[in-house]
Nanobody, 124 residues
Framework: QVQLVESGGGLVQAGASLRLSCEAS????????MGWFRQAPGKEREFVAT????????NYADSVQGRFTISRDNAKNFMYLQMNSLKLEDTARYYC?????????????????WGRGTQVTVSS
């Protein structure tokens, strides 16, 4: 069973940057698409970004396009989310997810493994 652990969240002011990390264990990630999702209080989980196994394909939600960058280091079994120019509306719990296949999707239902999340809070 794959274990995913997120880190790097915190409380920051609007306009600041954060880098989230996702460490995978018990399975190498090199063959699988991965993604980031987030859920704000009282809202449904939403797609943030996804990346193909070799990083050749990346896709972002419109709300984060141009501000967030998804990346991965297969040798280290890590995935990252660089978040710049953070806005109040980026406040949410951020989840790392991994598919059982290599095609990246925006739908959370396509992902088989999930971390417990890391909280990102953006203040004014």
């Amino acid at each position: 069973q794959v274990q995913l652990v997120e880190s790097g969240g915190g409380l920051v002011q609007a306009g600041a940057s954060l880098r989230l990390s996702c460490e995978a264990s018990r399975r190498t990630i090199g063959n699988y698409a991965m993604g980031w999702f987030r859920q704000a209080p009282g809202k449904e989980r939403e797609f943030v970004a996804t990346i193909s196994p070799t990083s050749t394909y990346r896709n972002y939600a419109d709300s984060v396009q141009g501000r967030f960058t998804i990346s991965r280091d297969n040798a280290k079994n890590f995935m990252y989310l660089q978040m710049n120019s953070l806005k109040l509306e980026d406040t949410a719990r951020y989840y790392c997810a991994m598919r059982g296949g290599d095609s990246p999707y925006t739908e959370g239902s396509r992902y088989n493994y999930w971390g417990r999340g890391t909280q990102v809070t953006v203040s004014s």
